[in-house]
T-cell receptor, first 115, second 112 residues
């Protein structure tokens, strides 16, 4: 089954404690992306990657890092989380350049609370 | 910059009522347009899409037509069900990038 998986699904942590949210896809997609979802703001892109070792900032990259060492994995790293990073996070993947109608597949989401 | 504007929610309807959720966009080029749906506790699923002007996307009884002259992509369904209760997101994407630009989402609540 084609899917994007994220772990953990729920996480409560404290300010300053480094954490990593993992994302993995089994569709051999080149493109992967992280979004955060906040009430009244919709989804905003944090970082994206067009292929292995190719990453770039999205609209709200401050306080986040990513890496793309393997095609299937795209972890999101918060080196020093702060309360304003409390949010619902989604990973997504698609075939880059696959055409105007190519679908992005989303993971189930990770709800992060930073105290 | 490019943006998507959706009507504020929640939209509250009785079962079998007609649904319209408005979506308009601002874009410098010719994006593809999408509607995604988020059921409670789940991720986003693609509901329908349209890739050029006058295209109509449809799925599960939902429809939306890409209107370039009014820069709109309104979502409609003739008869909603309780199971349609969810948050609906309108989004645009350009051909040369896979970045999606989302609206703020509209919550639909359907009561029996």
């Amino acid at each position: 089954e084609a899917q994007v998986t994220q772990n953990p699904r729920y996480l409560i942590t404290v300010t300053g404690k480094k954490l990593t949210v993992t994302c993995s896809q089994n569709m051999n997609h080149e493109y992967m992306s992280w979004y955060r979802q906040d009430p009244g703001l919709g989804l905003r892109q944090i970082y994206y990657s067009m292929n292995v070792e190719v990453t770039d900032k999205g609209d709200v990259p401050e306080g986040y890092k990513v890496s793309r060492k393997e095609k299937r994995n795209f972890p999101l790293i918060l080196e020093s989380p702060s309360p304003n990073q409390t949010s619902l996070y989604f990973c997504a993947s698609s075939s880059f350049g696959g055409g105007r109608g190519d679908t992005q597949y989303f993971g189930p989401g990770t709800r992060l609370t930073v105290l | 910059g490019d943006s998507v504007t959706q009507m504020e929610g929640p939209v509250t309807l009785s079962e079998e009522a007609f649904l319209t959720i408005n979506c308009t966009y601002t874009a410098t080029g010719y994006p593809s347009l999408f509607w995604y749906v988020q059921y409670p506790g789940e991720g986003l699923q693609l509901l329908l899409k349209a890739t050029k002007a006058d295209d109509k996307g449809s799925n599960k009884g939902f429809e939306a037509t890409y209107r370039k002259e009014t820069t709109s992509f309104h979502l409609e369904k003739g008869s909603v069900q309780v199971s349609d209760s969810a948050v609906y997101f309108c989004a645009l994407r350009y051909y040369n990038t896979d970045k999606l630009i989302f609206g703020t989402g509209t919550r639909l609540q359907v009561f029996p």
